[in-house]
């Protein structure tokens, strides 16, 4: 199932459910995607042998301590050999807390676009500051993960094909869903899958209980993905 315009179905879901009440049943879309700011970076110089896929997660504070040893198997696992088997390229997944000014952002219930342009300025002082080499801003991906959605109907933000997303600990799917906008995939690519019983695909827009999570991207989407990072060396 896809929508064309997903923006309409969406403000009805939005007005039919109640209110953020807990992870399981998130009721509304998960993210609006931004339109990309002027002064994002393109691609930076080509090297000569196939790189990894890298992607750094800052950890917010907020994110209990006794929640930080599962992260990785409860979100990014499936992920990432998703993304292996998508792109043939291995998955490298850096986790960095208590790294300011990523650790103590305000996240909640204010505006995204600024939001996301800061946070995109601080992590490209922080690439600058700590030297970090970056063959490809399409192989190079940075995530601030938080414990809680940024409003009460946004789990995360990104542009579409930018360098940096935030994704809530909402849902199981959030950190896969916006890290797939950064690779380029869209709602409109994402699909419900059936294999039994209705599973939404990684950047599905809605995330309903009722549904289970398929744990990986639709075909359209693993098309544009591999398409968007066959273009890095
Ligand atoms: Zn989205």
Redesign the pocket.
Known sequence: MMFNNYRLPLLALLLSFPPLSNAEVFPAH??P?LAMPINNPGPAVRASRLEPIKVTVFLHDDIPANTRASINDSYFSAWRTEMESITGRKVEIKYIANQAPFNNLKYQNVALDPLLQQLGSDVYEYIRRNNIEISSYRTNKFLLLTKNSLNASNAGV?YLGGTTAIASMATYTSPA?ELG?LLNGT?ERSAVLYNGWWCESY?F?TRIAFRSNCYRYSDGNREAIAAYISDAP
């Open positions: 998960m993210d995607v990104a869903h906008h709602h950047i827009p």
